[in-house]
């Protein structure tokens, strides 16, 4: 199921809240349910906005949810580094 949206700039925090309220309704998620986030921007933006996003990710998800761990990289996937370059 593909989830787009066109916003406004808006914070982190709005922007988190939103993915998040889809990712929960999508796997339906309970407050007893324990998770593993992982955050990968694949190269795209700064370690700074991306640490900034996992901070707001685990602050939103911890009052509904229980973490059990958080992962961040910040490399692209083995798909892309296999395609051949030309």
Do not use: Y
């Not at 998620?29 to 694949?42: M, Q, R, Y």
């Not at 911890?62 to 059990?68: A, D, P, R, V, Y």
């Amino acid at each position: 199921m593909l989830h787009l949206h066109m916003l406004q700039m808006c914070t982190a925090a709005e922007t988190v809240k939103i993915i998040l309220e889809v990712i929960v309704g999508t796997l339906k998620l309970k407050s007893e349910d324990e998770i593993v986030v992982f955050v990968n921007n694949l190269g795209g933006t700064s370690q700074l906005e991306q640490w900034l996003v996992t901070g707001e990710v685990h602050k939103q998800f911890s009052k509904h949810l229980k973490i059990f761990t958080v992962l961040v990289d910040r490399s692209s996937s083995s798909i892309s580094e296999s395609i051949p370059q030309e």
